[in-house]
């Protein structure tokens, strides 16, 4: 299934640019029977239904032309991704600088009982995720401990 992402990834990301909008991922799965295609999709200035309409119209010609599936039908969905899709790339981290956003870890930090992180995003390196929380301290949180880092919706 890999092998259809990975055909269709030029072509979405062409069409993308060509728009204004940044491909935020892609996914190919089996729901209700039935195949998917689904193009995640972000723009500054938010996504609307009509950007996805948009966008899945512009992207019905090339695709259908390229053929990823090799003639396995398929169902193309274009969506936003979502309040609360967990950070995948370093981009997704990049986005949300500024932002507050959780951080669920696998085992507390040494010396704490804590597994969950609440704080505005201040950068991701390679060697980790900084947050400063709302008592003013900043965490560091090395990437391998975090076991999910999105953003943090409040109620």
Same mark, same amino acid.
Do not use: W
């Given at each position: 299934?890999?092998?259809?992402?990975?055909?269709?990834?030029?072509? =979405?990301?062409?069409?993308? $640019?060509?728009? /204004?909008?940044? #491909?935020? @991922?892609? *996914?190919?799965?089996?729901?209700?029977? &039935?195949?998917?295609? =689904?193009?995640?999709?972000? $723009?500054?200035? /938010?996504?609307? #239904?009509? @950007?996805? *309409?948009?966008?899945?119209?512009?992207? &019905?010609?090339?695709?259908?032309?390229?053929?990823?599936?090799?003639?396995?039908?398929?169902?193309? @969905?274009?969506?936003?991704?979502?309040?609360?899709?967990?950070?995948?790339?370093?981009?997704?981290?990049?986005?949300?600088?500024?932002?507050?956003?959780?951080?669920?870890?696998?085992?507390?930090?040494?010396?704490?009982?804590?597994?969950?992180?609440?704080?505005?995003?201040?950068?991701?390196?390679?060697?980790?995720?900084?947050?400063?929380?709302?008592?003013?301290?900043?965490?560091?949180?090395?990437?391998?401990?975090?076991?999910?880092?999105?953003?943090?919706?409040?109620?």
């Amino acid at each position: 299934m890999n092998g259809v992402i990975e055909k269709s990834r030029p072509v =979405i990301e062409k069409v993308l $640019s060509d728009m /204004g909008y940044e #491909l935020v @991922d892609i *996914e190919y799965k089996t729901m209700y029977g &039935d195949k998917h295609l =689904i193009v995640y999709i972000a $723009s500054e200035n /938010g996504v609307s #239904l009509d @950007d996805c *309409e948009a966008v899945s119209n512009a992207l &019905d010609g090339p695709l259908d032309a390229l053929d990823p599936t090799s003639s396995v039908p398929y169902c193309l @969905d274009v969506s936003s991704p979502g309040l609360d899709r967990p950070f995948k790339t370093q981009r997704d981290f990049e986005r949300n600088y500024g932002e507050k956003v959780e951080v669920k870890l696998f085992a507390p930090l040494a010396g704490t009982k804590q597994k969950l992180y609440v704080g505005v995003l201040v950068s991701r390196t390679e060697n980790g995720i900084e947050i400063e929380t709302e008592d003013g301290n900043t965490v560091t949180i090395e990437n391998s401990l975090a076991a999910l880092v999105r953003p943090y919706i409040e109620f």
